[in-house]
């Protein structure tokens, strides 16, 4: 079940958004940041080892492979449904048009697409695939620790992530991003607009704030309202809800104990009346059999005196 039914706007991940996509009547995106994250740009696997690729079966992928990596667009999602009200409509990125945040899984590809013809420009002519030198070095895209991008050197393959330093700001390309991408259409059900949505939501996921969880914080995940952790919240309270739950034997045992316990404090309190009536009782017959031995003693001494009195009243008047 969906703990996040009471926003109407969640969805969790963006192949269920892509799914629904017949229910929008619009969605917007808003760029963030950069974010060094799980990359399908992965030319650089003989390097690194990383990847699918190199697994000789399913299984080998979970054991010893490591995901690719790379430089990522951290971006959150906007929508108006078909059946919002104009209020929706008037506010394209706001908390109640909010879906959810993501990570692209192509760089900065198919999140530019929507894009001016500039910063698509630098894009197009940016290395976001790693490239070796001779010396082994790998050249290709990064994130800087305030999250812009970067052109960036790596010691080995760039999605291994071992930064050595930075060759380029590319500052150009992070305040375009910012400016032209603080919230743009990339979808309209009216045709308005080229449908940017379907490439992007096929290279992107949903990222998480790792609430409740050993695991760091999520710094590079977007939560502009905070719903996102309440997201993340409200699924950790409904697994609690869910633990706490016995199972069917477990509750007809419970049912078995409390009748058990039931029927036993329910003959044990009927002993108790019994008793009490017959304790009760008791009192009442001894009651009974004093006040009558009392009544025979009344009645014999009053025969006594009369008898008293009359023998004496014998002996005076003879």
């Known amino acids: 079940s969906n703990p996040n039914i009471a926003y109407s706007h969640y ?19 808003k760029f963030h940041n950069c974010a060094w994250s799980v990359s399908s740009l992965s030319s650089d696997n003989n390097a690194n080892s990383c990847g699918s690729t190199h697994a000789n079966s399913e299984d080998q992928w979970w054991v010893g492979m490591n995901p690719c990596m790379g430089a990522n667009v951290a971006y959150s999602l906007y929508g108006i449904l078909s059946s919002d009200l104009s209020y929706f409509q008037n506010n394209h990125c706001s908390s109640k048009t909010f879906i959810n945040s993501f990570f692209t899984t192509d760089g900065l590809t198919s999140f530019t697409e929507a894009a001016s013809t500039s910063t698509l420009n630098y894009v197009s002519n940016l290395n976001q695939v790693c490239s070796i030198n001779e010396n082994g070095y790998g050249i290709g895209t990064g994130c800087s620790s305030d999250g812009t991008f970067t052109l960036s050197k790596f010691n080995g393959a760039c999605s291994s992530g071992n930064y050595i330093s930075t060759t380029n ?3 150009s390309l992070n305040k375009a991003l910012t400016e032209e991408m603080e919230c743009q259409l990339i979808y309209s059900s009216d045709g308005s607009s080229a449908d940017y949505a379907t490439n992007l939501l096929s290279h ?29 919240i409200n699924f950790i309270l409904a697994q609690q809800a869910q633990a706490s739950m016995i199972s069917p034997t477990e509750r007809r045992e419970h049912v078995k ?36 031995y009392m009544e025979e003693e009344d009645s014999t001494i009053t025969a006594d005196a009369d008898s008293i009195a009359y023998a004496v009243a014998y002996a005076v008047y003879s």
């Open 257 to 292: 104990f409390v009748a058990f316990v039931t029927l036993m404090s329910v003959g044990v309190a009927l002993i108790l009346l019994r008793l009490c009536q017959l304790r009760r009782l008791r009192q009442q017959n001894r009651r009974f059999h004093e006040q009558k």
């Open 204 to 232: 992107s996921v949903a990222c998480q704030l790792n609430v409740g969880t050993s695991q760091q914080s999520s710094k590079a995940c977007p939560d502009p309202f905070g719903i996102v952790r309440k997201y993340e």
């Open 169 to 171: 700001t590319l500052d």
């Open 11 to 29: 969805w969790i991940d963006a192949n269920n958004v892509y799914q629904d996509l017949s229910s929008f009547k619009k969605l917007y995106v």
